[in-house]
């Protein structure tokens, strides 16, 4: 029915070769369009049941892939802020270990500095105290040293004299032994 319809539209001589053609080959109008109806069938039952499915399938992948991409992006960011703050952190513990260490040797100094002090002040008590010790000690010999330069000179007088001397004359003698040894 749509065949005549169709070779009616073209001319004539072409009409006829198709019309030899297809009678040539076995060309069935039925057959042919049974095959289309079936195709459309098919390429419909595979829309429904395979094309869709896959197309969602695919979707849902594209966007678990988006997700993973900008999961992905966000632990990068987070990365690169937690190696900032380590960053930090390393910097203000090493600034603060820095100040510790300075603060110590500052101290360190600062004690040696007062065991110096305390080392000299005492080195000098002690030196005042072995000036003392060695000055009393002097007076001590010096008294000694008088008393027996006295005793010697009133002895060497009473000796030279020939007589024996008082007890005034010996300790006048003495003490003028004494002044001169002083003097």
Known sequence: MIAPLLLASIPSDIAATAKDVGETFGFNWILLLSQAFSFLV???????????????????????????????????????????????????????????????????????EKRQQEAIAEAEAIATKTREALALEREREFASLRREISRLVVETTGKVTGKVLTEDDQRRLSEEAARQIAA
Not at 47 to 60: D, N, T
Not at 69 to 81: H, T
Not at 92 to 112: F, H, M, P, V, Y
């Open 42 to 112: 098919v390429a419909l039952l595979l829309r429904a049941f395979a094309y869709g499915p896959i197309i969602k399938i695919l979707e849902a992948r594209r966007v678990k892939i988006a997700e993973s991409l900008a999961n992905a992006e966000k632990i990068k960011q987070q990365l690169a802020d937690a190696e900032a703050r380590h960053a930090e952190i390393l910097a203000r513990a090493n600034g603060e270990a820095q100040k510790l260490i300075e603060e110590a040797r500052a101290s360190a100094s600062a004690l040696a």
